[in-house]
Protein backbone atom coordinates (compact mmCIF):
# COMPACT_ATOMS: atom_id res chain seq x y z
CA UNK A 1 0.00 0.00 0.00
CA UNK A 2 1.41 3.28 -0.78
CA UNK A 3 0.39 6.55 1.04
CA UNK A 4 1.40 9.83 -0.20
CA UNK A 5 0.37 13.03 1.74
CA UNK A 6 0.27 16.26 -0.22
CA UNK A 7 0.03 19.97 2.05
CA UNK A 8 -1.35 22.40 0.17
CA UNK A 9 -1.29 25.75 0.87
CA UNK A 10 0.10 25.35 4.68
CA UNK A 11 3.22 23.84 6.50
CA UNK A 12 3.56 20.54 6.37
CA UNK A 13 2.78 18.75 9.97
CA UNK A 14 4.33 15.23 10.75
CA UNK A 15 1.12 15.03 13.18
CA UNK A 16 -1.44 15.65 10.60
CA UNK A 17 0.68 13.17 8.29
CA UNK A 18 0.86 10.59 10.74
CA UNK A 19 -2.77 10.85 11.63
CA UNK A 20 -3.58 10.50 8.30
CA UNK A 21 -1.31 7.81 7.62
CA UNK A 22 -3.09 5.52 10.45
CA UNK A 23 -6.13 6.35 9.31
CA UNK A 24 -6.11 4.98 5.81
CA UNK A 25 -4.34 1.85 7.08
CA UNK A 26 -8.27 0.96 7.45
CA UNK A 27 -8.91 -0.18 4.04
CA UNK A 28 -5.95 -3.17 4.17
CA UNK A 29 -9.02 -4.92 5.37
CA UNK A 30 -11.00 -4.15 2.02
CA UNK A 31 -8.27 -4.38 -0.57
CA UNK A 32 -5.97 -6.88 -0.98
CA UNK A 33 -3.79 -5.63 -4.24
CA UNK A 34 -1.37 -3.21 -4.57
CA UNK A 35 -3.04 0.12 -3.75
CA UNK A 36 -2.13 3.56 -4.25
CA UNK A 37 -3.80 6.74 -1.48
CA UNK A 38 -2.98 9.88 -1.97
CA UNK A 39 -4.69 12.22 0.64
CA UNK A 40 -3.99 15.96 -0.37
CA UNK A 41 -4.81 18.77 2.96
CA UNK A 42 -5.11 21.98 2.35
CA UNK A 43 -6.36 25.11 3.70
CA UNK A 44 -8.52 28.14 1.85
CA UNK A 45 -9.03 31.07 3.60
CA UNK A 46 -10.88 29.29 7.24
CA UNK A 47 -11.50 25.96 5.41
CA UNK A 48 -9.32 23.23 6.42
CA UNK A 49 -10.04 20.60 3.58
CA UNK A 50 -9.23 17.16 2.79
CA UNK A 51 -9.25 15.02 -0.35
CA UNK A 52 -8.10 11.53 -0.85
CA UNK A 53 -7.93 9.13 -4.14
CA UNK A 54 -8.02 5.58 -3.68
CA UNK A 55 -6.85 3.85 -6.53
CA UNK A 56 -7.20 0.29 -6.65
CA UNK A 57 -6.52 -2.57 -9.97
CA UNK A 58 -10.02 -2.02 -10.65
CA UNK A 59 -11.64 0.52 -8.66
CA UNK A 60 -11.15 4.19 -7.79
CA UNK A 61 -12.74 5.96 -4.48
CA UNK A 62 -12.63 9.89 -4.56
CA UNK A 63 -13.76 12.19 -1.54
CA UNK A 64 -13.33 15.69 -0.89
CA UNK A 65 -14.58 17.36 2.74
CA UNK A 66 -13.85 19.78 4.56
CA UNK A 67 -14.63 21.66 8.27
CA UNK A 68 -13.01 24.30 10.62
CA UNK A 69 -10.93 21.60 12.03
CA UNK A 70 -8.06 19.61 9.75
CA UNK A 71 -8.19 16.69 11.69
CA UNK A 72 -12.15 16.18 11.41
CA UNK A 73 -12.02 16.84 8.02
CA UNK A 74 -9.22 13.51 7.49
CA UNK A 75 -11.42 11.70 9.81
CA UNK A 76 -14.62 12.65 7.36
CA UNK A 77 -12.72 11.85 4.58
CA UNK A 78 -11.39 8.41 5.36
CA UNK A 79 -14.99 7.80 6.42
CA UNK A 80 -16.68 8.81 2.88
CA UNK A 81 -13.63 6.32 0.71
CA UNK A 82 -14.12 3.73 3.22
CA UNK A 83 -17.61 3.73 2.52
CA UNK A 84 -17.20 3.87 -1.27
CA UNK A 85 -15.00 0.94 -0.81
CA UNK A 86 -17.24 -1.19 1.22
CA UNK A 87 -20.04 -0.88 -0.82
CA UNK A 88 -17.68 -1.48 -4.28
CA UNK A 89 -16.91 -5.12 -2.10
CA UNK A 90 -20.03 -6.14 -0.97
CA UNK A 91 -21.26 -5.14 -5.00
CA UNK A 92 -18.40 -7.64 -5.90
CA UNK A 93 -19.56 -10.13 -3.77
CA UNK A 94 -22.55 -10.11 -4.41
CA UNK A 95 -22.33 -10.30 -7.85
CA UNK A 96 -19.83 -13.69 -7.95
CA UNK A 97 -22.77 -15.53 -5.63
CA UNK A 98 -25.72 -14.47 -7.61
CA UNK A 99 -24.29 -16.91 -10.18
CA UNK A 100 -23.89 -19.82 -7.76
CA UNK A 101 -27.45 -19.17 -6.44
CA UNK A 102 -28.74 -19.48 -10.18
CA UNK A 103 -26.89 -22.83 -10.21
CA UNK A 104 -28.17 -24.12 -6.91
CA UNK A 105 -31.63 -23.15 -8.02
CA UNK A 106 -31.25 -24.69 -11.43
CA UNK A 107 -29.95 -27.77 -10.38
CA UNK A 108 -32.81 -28.29 -7.25
CA UNK A 109 -35.67 -27.27 -9.75
CA UNK A 110 -34.56 -28.75 -12.75
CA UNK A 111 -33.36 -26.97 -16.22
CA UNK A 112 -36.82 -27.22 -17.55
CA UNK A 113 -38.93 -25.52 -15.78
CA UNK A 114 -36.43 -22.43 -15.18
CA UNK A 115 -36.96 -21.97 -19.15
Same mark, same amino acid.
Given at each position: ? =??????? /?????? #??? =? /? #?????????????????? /?? *?????? *??????? =????? =?????????????????????????????? /?????? #????????????????? #?????
Amino acid at each position: M =NITVTFR /HMPASE #ALR =N /H #ATEKAQKFKKYLVEPVDI /HI *ILMVEK *IRQIAEI =NVKSK =NFTAHGVEESPDMYTSIDKVISKAEGQIRK /HKEKVK #AHKTEGKAYEVLEATMG #ATELH
